[in-house]
C-alpha cells in the first residue's frame, strides 16, 4: 500500500513542471489552426474596429518581423499594449481564421508583454493576413 502512495505522489510532482522553454516562431511559419505559438514581433499600426462602452473593445493590429506580417486581434487590455511602433512577445497565440484569413490572437490562457526594441526590420511585403484560405472536405 505505502508504495501505491509513493508512485501515486511522485507521477503528481512528475506532473507539476508543465513549464517548458518556449520555442520563438516566425511569421513566415504561421499555418491555420496552430496554437501555443510564442513570437517576437513589432507593432506596425492599431485601428479600433469595436468599442462597446469601457469593457469591450478590439482593435486590428498590423504586427511583423523579419519574414513578414499578419493582423493581430487585440482585446480589451491588449488594446493598451498594441501601440505602433511597440515590441512585443507573443507567448501562447494561437490563429483564428476570419472570413477566410488567418488572424493572430492571444486568449486568456496567453500572454502579450512589451518588451525591449527589435533589431530587425519588418518585411512588409509578405502579409499572411491577406492569404485567402479555403475549408476543403476530403471525401475518403
Same mark, same amino acid.
Given at each position: 500500500?505505502? +508504495?501505491?502512495?509513493?508512485?501515486?505522489?511522485?507521477?503528481?510532482?512528475?506532473?507539476?513542471?508543465?513549464?517548458?522553454?518556449?520555442?520563438?516562431?516566425?511569421?513566415?511559419? %504561421?499555418k491555420?489552426?496552430?496554437?501555443g505559438?510564442? $513570437?517576437?514581433?513589432?507593432?506596425?499600426?492599431?485601428?479600433?474596429?469595436?468599442?462597446?462602452?469601457?469593457?469591450?473593445? !478590439?482593435?486590428?493590429?498590423?504586427?511583423?518581423? *523579419? +519574414?513578414?506580417? !499578419?493582423?493581430? +486581434?487585440?482585446?480589451?487590455?491588449? /488594446? *493598451?499594449?498594441?501601440?505602433?511602433?511597440?515590441?512585443?512577445?507573443?507567448?501562447?497565440?494561437?490563429?483564428?481564421?476570419?472570413?477566410?484569413?488567418?488572424? %493572430?490572437?492571444? *486568449?486568456?490562457?496567453?500572454?502579450i508583454?512589451?518588451?525591449?526594441?527589435?533589431?530587425?526590420e519588418?518585411k512588409? *511585403?509578405?502579409? $499572411?493576413?491577406?492569404?485567402?484560405?479555403?475549408? /476543403?472536405n476530403?471525401?475518403?
Amino acid at each position: 500500500m505505502a +508504495t501505491k502512495h509513493a508512485s501515486g505522489s511522485s507521477s503528481g510532482q512528475a506532473a507539476k513542471p508543465g513549464l517548458r522553454k518556449p520555442v520563438f516562431v516566425k511569421i513566415d511559419s %504561421l499555418k491555420p489552426g496552430t496554437s501555443g505559438l510564442t $513570437l517576437v514581433v513589432k507593432v506596425l499600426s492599431s485601428e479600433m474596429v469595436m468599442q462597446k462602452g469601457r469593457n469591450v473593445r !478590439i482593435a486590428e493590429c498590423l504586427v511583423g518581423d *523579419d +519574414t513578414g506580417t !499578419i493582423l493581430f +486581434t487585440a482585446r480589451n487590455d491588449q /488594446v *493598451d499594449l498594441m501601440k505602433p511602433g511597440t515590441s512585443v512577445n507573443i507567448r501562447n497565440g494561437k490563429i483564428d481564421m476570419f472570413k477566410g484569413m488567418m488572424r %493572430l490572437v492571444v *486568449d486568456r490562457w496567453g500572454r502579450i508583454e512589451v518588451t525591449d526594441a527589435v533589431s530587425f526590420e519588418v518585411k512588409e *511585403d509578405n502579409n $499572411l493576413s491577406l492569404v485567402e484560405y479555403e475549408l /476543403v472536405n476530403v471525401a475518403e
